[in-house]
């Protein structure tokens, strides 16, 4: 499914009306019957516990200026067909509307639907004859903090405590960026037309936005390939559809672990062996057929038969535990002939290692997947002088995965983790097609940019997530799924999906997500 901005929407919507040749009105009506059904669906649902079922629902439409207002007519229009009390309430007098909205106000005239309008100064809606509200004040189109009078009325509209429908978009949340203005409303239910907006996924938006039923109006999907949207909705039909992901992945009957592909992951040190455990662990789970596990020799001893389904490969360290002894050409000579390679989780730092992840950065020619540590060694890569900085590392000819977290993003990009998290789209698709990578910027919808301007916004996953570890079982779904022949879009991708899916099912068999710990994940999975 295609996440759009308004600007993109826009432009979408005039693409339909004007050279598809599908009239405004058609799609106005076609929206407003779509919010109409999704007010009965609530209705008829948990609505119904809360009102007196002897006589008709009543609802109030809050309609503003633009068109968003007109699909709010026109809802109010067959909620009335189905049955219901409905009144319109005008934030501003019904002359200003124009265009298609004009045309649905007249109707509405014509047809007598009751209606009243709103003034900032007058009395404020009486609350108490409503079931509930249908939020058309303000849509696409809005720019800046709602104005008055619209302000008040959001303001009323929420402390109401009435159930409230929004149509498209909740009035005063940013349909791009998912910031709430002050004020915004607050929706029960948003019903969003014709495609999934990116405000409506993006925290905290997506709170806000309460439940989200994207409806079709009409606009064909085409419109919005034809218009190059790149943005996506990651969800299964999207894995299916646009990557050619089946979850699960299939398996042919006559096959041998060999099919599956073997991942190399050197990861843990010290005082960080778990993350190791977790990647390794999870990159098993992940389906793949072997996965040889590199640790400095040190720990060799201790973690045999810790996870006894990989092979363990202790690599010469001088006896301290740690990677800053193993040269990187020890790494670059268990890694040939591997399927995917992942490097990072806990591994710790060390002067010079810039460099080391530089000297495999070329030797590796499997997929690489880089994580944690060694995302810091390649940030570091920018500000040392005996390292070139990072966008100065040559392309290299396999696939490079690199799953940063907003901190790390920051550190990559030289930026703060306020403006790493400001244009989580934008930045890691610029990275992306920057440095030839796919990149997964991790966080309260993940977000995988590819190196050919494609981006998907993940929907899966919950706060329990928020947990020592869990990135490094990432880490290693994505390098089994790379080794298996995934492509790095497709591994990130069903990787992140997959990753969110096993914490969702894993919170949801805890008490609280907060118990959550690393390791369900992968029992998960
Ligand atoms: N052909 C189309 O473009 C379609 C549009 N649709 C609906 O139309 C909406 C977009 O319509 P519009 O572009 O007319 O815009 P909106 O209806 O979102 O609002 C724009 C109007 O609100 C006023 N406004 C903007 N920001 C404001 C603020 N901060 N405070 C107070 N007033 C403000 C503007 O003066 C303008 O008149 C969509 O969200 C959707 O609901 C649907 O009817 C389907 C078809
Ligand atoms: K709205």
């Known amino acids: 499914m295609h996440l759009v901005t308004s600007k993109e929407m826009r432009e979408i919507d005039r693409h339909t009306i004007e050279n598809i040749g599908i009239p405004a009105l058609v799609l106005m009506e076609n929206a407003g019957r779509a919010i109409a059904e999704e007010v009965v669906r609530w209705s008829e649902g948990r609505g ?13 439409v809050l309609v503003g200026k633009g068109n968003n ?23 501003v007098p019904p002359e200003q509307l124009g265009g298609e909205a004009a045309v649905q106000r007249d109707i509405a005239w014509r047809m007598g639907l009751s209606a009243t309008v709103y003034y900032a100064d007058g009395a404020p809606p009486d609350w108490s004859r409503w079931d509930g509200i249908v939020d058309a004040l303000l849509g696409t189109g809005s720019a800046g903090a709602p104005r008055e009078p619209y302000a008040s009325l959001i303001r009323a509209a929420n402390a109401s405590g009435l159930p409230i429908v929004a149509a498209d978009v ?51 999907t085409a419109a919005a390939e034809e218009r190059e949207v790149r943005t996506f909705v990651l969800d299964e039909r999207t894995l299916e559809r646009r990557l050619g992901v089946q ?16 991942v190399l992951v050197a990861a843990g040190s010290r005082h960080m062996s778990g993350a190791g455990l ?33 092979m363990l490969r202790g690599l010469p360290d001088g006896s301290t535990g740690e990677w800053r002894n193993i040269p990187a050409a020890e790494l670059a000579v268990l890694a ?79 930026m703060s983790v306020r403006d790493v998290q400001r244009d989580r789209i934008g930045l890691a698709r610029q990275f992306a097609v920057q440095h030839d990578v796919t990149l997964v910027l991790k966080g309260a919808r993940t977000v995988v940019a590819t190196p050919d301007s494609d981006a998907y916004v993940n929907t899966t996953g919950n706060p329990g997530m928020a947990t020592g570890g869990a990135g490094d079982v990432l880490a290693g ?3 089994g799924l790379l080794a298996q022949g995934l492509t790095a879009g497709q591994a990130a991708a069903a990787g992140v999906f997959l990753h969110g899916t096993a914490g969702d099912l894993a919170a949801a068999k805890r008490p609280s997500p907060g118990s959550l710990i690393a390791g369900d994940i992968i029992h998960e999975l």
């Open 477 to 479: 779904v994505i390098a």
């Open 278 to 310: 977790l990647c390794a662990g999870a990159a098993l789970r992940s389906g793949c057929g072997l996965v040889t596990w590199a640790v400095p020799q040190l720990l060799e001893l201790t973690l045999a038969g810790r996870l006894p389904e990989a």
């Open 170 to 220: 909740p009035s005063g949340l940013d349909a791009d960026t998912g910031e709430p203005a002050d004020p915004c409303l607050r929706a029960t239910v948003t019903v969003a037309l014709a495609f999934m907006k990116r405000g409506l996924l993006l925290y905290p938006g997506a709170e806000i936005a309460g439940e989200v039923v994207v409806r079709s109006i009409g606009i064909p």
């Open 69 to 91: 207002g007109g699909d709010g007519i026109v809802c109010a229009r067959h909620l009335v067909e189905q049955g219901y009390e409905v009144e319109l309430l005008y934030a």
């Open 336 to 414: 040939a002939g591997k399927q995917a390679v992942a490097i990072g989780p806990g591994m710790a730092r060390w002067a010079g290692d810039s460099a080391w992840l530089r000297e495999l950065w070329d030797a590796v020619d499997a997929p690489l997947v880089l994580d944690a540590d060694a995302l810091n060694m390649l940030a570091d890569a920018n500000k040392l002088a005996d390292v070139p900085p990072f966008a100065a590392w040559p392309r290299r000819a396999s696939t490079t995965v690199l799953t940063p977290h907003p901190g790390e993003m920051a550190r990559l990009c030289g």
């Open 48 to 60: 119904a516990e809360r009102r007196c079922v002897s006589r008709a629902p009543r609802w109030l």
């Open 247 to 262: 979850i699960p992945l299939p398996r042919q009957a006559d096959t041998h672990k060999g099919t599956y592909g073997h």
